[in-house]
């Protein structure tokens, strides 16, 4: 979620009003609530939307609170989602996430803890002084959340059920195929060659989905880390899935939206695997982890421009388009340093457009 403010406001797009709100709001927190102001929020690349209410909390028109409204696409008949199921199980292991005050099921609304206007990403920006001690705090967060969800993992979260198998990720490689290389770039590949592309892609997803498995949160980056006075507060969960422990380590340090050097990077997953061997005497020849590593990465970053292609071309939402560009140079980094002369890197270099440094648009 992005909780940046839009200049539209008073409940436009929402399902709800100020008479609501304030019944809602004082059964939930069981106090008198006035003067209900209600603001659209950026939303992220889901088909949720988000608004900030402000409100008069109790009696003194000085006290004020506020909440965050989650509307989801539409209601749907259940007393639990995958969010509201993943966050109580994220709260059973006392790792920071919002409370929910309601969940008001047949309007599909839910109502959460407010952590704030700053994501690690603004803060960043804000202040880049402060850049090396937030990304220590983020990789220390994500250990704790791997160590404590994996081991608590159970079928009652929905994560317990999903996977990166082979055919997930190879899923997400024919998405940035079809949305990315074919419909925002305009190339169109033949069948043979898409069967080419994709039997030469095919080894690096058997290698990631015979990792061990381990609790990911699956968009572990600076816009779903809010900062909260002291603490990180984890956001955007309810895609939680277990695949390859790299893999949140790379949504974080090769992240489309904030860039960081080489050598802080190299710091942080060696903090990374420091944090780990503390935690749970966990032994790891660190070659090999940085080899699944980089090859997570390049699976990752090329799931990350399909869905960018598909926000632009599907949803006509151009705000994503400034981050193909440095998430294809994340790729080709990878190819060059770690693929050689191999025929992945043949291929993806032919194949995918932006990869040379070349324009990325429609041809």
């Given at each position: 979620?992005?909780?940046?403010?839009?200049?539209?406001?008073?409940?436009?797009?929402?399902?709800?009003?100020?008479?609501?709100?304030?019944?809602?709001?004082?059964?939930?927190?069981?106090?008198?609530?006035?003067?209900?102001?209600?603001?659209?929020?950026?939303?992220?690349?889901?088909?949720?939307?988000?608004?900030?209410?402000?409100?008069?909390?109790?009696?003194?028109?000085?006290?004020?609170?506020?909440?965050?409204?989650?509307?989801?696409?539409?209601?749907?008949?259940?007393?639990?989602?995958?969010?509201?199921?993943?966050?109580?199980?994220?709260?059973?292991?006392?790792?920071?996430?919002?409370?929910?005050?309601?969940?008001?099921?047949?309007?599909?609304?839910?109502?959460?803890?407010?952590c704030?206007?700053?994501?690690?990403?603004?803060?960043?920006?804000?202040?880049?002084?402060?850049?090396?001690?937030?990304?220590?705090?983020?990789?220390?967060?994500l250990?704790?959340?791997?160590?404590?969800?994996?081991?608590?993992?159970?079928?009652?979260?929905?994560?317990?059920?999903?996977?990166?198998?082979?055919?997930?990720?190879?899923?997400?490689?024919?998405?940035?195929?079809?949305?990315?290389?074919?419909?925002?770039?305009?190339?169109?590949?033949?069948?043979?060659?898409?069967?080419?592309v994709?039997?030469?892609?095919?080894?690096?997803?058997?290698?990631l989905?015979?990792?061990?498995?381990?609790?990911?949160?699956?968009?572990?980056?600076?816009?779903?880390?809010?900062?909260?006075g002291?603490?990180?507060?984890?956001?955007?969960?309810?895609?939680?899935?277990?695949?390859?422990?790299?893999?949140?380590?790379?949504?974080?340090?090769?992240?489309?939206?904030?860039?960081?050097?080489?050598?802080?990077?190299?710091?942080?997953?060696?903090?990374?695997?420091?944090?780990?061997?503390?935690?749970?005497?966990?032994?790891?020849?660190?070659?090999?982890?940085?080899?699944?590593?980089?090859?997570?990465?390049?699976?990752?970053?090329?799931?990350?421009?399909?869905?960018?292609?598909?926000?632009?071309?599907?949803?006509?939402?151009?705000?994503?388009?400034?981050?193909?560009?440095?998430?294809?140079?994340?790729?080709?980094?990878?190819?060059?340093?770690?693929?050689?002369?191999?025929?992945?890197?043949?291929?993806?270099?032919?194949?995918?457009p932006?990869?040379?440094?070349?324009g990325?648009?429609?041809?």
């Amino acid at each position: 979620m992005r909780v940046s403010i839009t200049s539209e406001d008073n409940f436009l797009g929402a399902r709800f009003g100020p008479s609501y709100l304030s019944a809602t709001l004082e059964r939930a927190l069981c106090c008198p609530v006035g003067g209900v102001e209600c603001q659209a929020l950026q939303g992220d690349a889901s088909n949720r939307t988000y608004f900030r209410t402000t409100f008069q909390k109790g009696a003194k028109p000085e006290v004020r609170g506020s909440v965050i409204v989650m509307q989801l696409q539409e209601a749907v008949p259940d007393p639990e989602t995958d969010f509201t199921r993943i966050l109580k199980f994220l709260q059973g292991l006392d790792l920071p996430v919002p409370d929910l005050y309601h969940y008001d099921v047949e309007n599909g609304l839910l109502f959460l803890e407010d952590c704030g206007t700053h994501t690690l990403e603004d803060h960043l920006c804000e202040c880049p002084e402060e850049r090396t001690q937030l990304y220590r705090r983020a990789v220390e967060l994500l250990v704790q959340m791997q160590v404590r969800a994996t081991r608590a993992l159970s079928p009652e979260c929905p994560a317990y059920h999903l996977r990166f198998d082979v055919e997930k990720l190879m899923w997400e490689f024919d998405f940035m195929l079809e949305h990315y290389v074919e419909a925002l770039c305009g190339s169109p590949l033949e069948e043979s060659v898409r069967r080419e592309v994709r039997a030469a892609f095919l080894p690096l997803c058997e290698t990631l989905a015979a990792e061990d498995l381990c609790f990911t949160h699956r968009d572990y980056h600076s816009r779903n880390l809010m900062v909260d006075g002291g603490r990180l507060v984890l956001l955007d969960f309810q895609d939680a899935r277990q695949g390859p422990c790299q893999y949140d380590l790379v949504s974080l340090l090769k992240d489309s939206y904030i860039q960081i050097d080489d050598a802080l990077r190299d710091e942080l997953v060696d903090l990374y695997i420091c944090l780990r061997k503390k935690e749970e005497e966990w032994e790891t020849d660190r070659e090999e982890f940085y080899r699944i590593f980089d090859w997570m990465s390049l699976q990752r970053n090329l799931k990350a421009v399909g869905t960018f292609a598909y926000q632009s071309v599907k949803k006509s939402n151009e705000r994503y388009q400034g981050s193909i560009a440095p998430t294809l140079e994340y790729v080709r980094q990878t190819l060059d340093r770690r693929f050689g002369s191999s025929p992945l890197r043949e291929v993806l270099m032919r194949y995918v457009p932006g990869l040379d440094g070349g324009g990325i648009g429609r041809s």
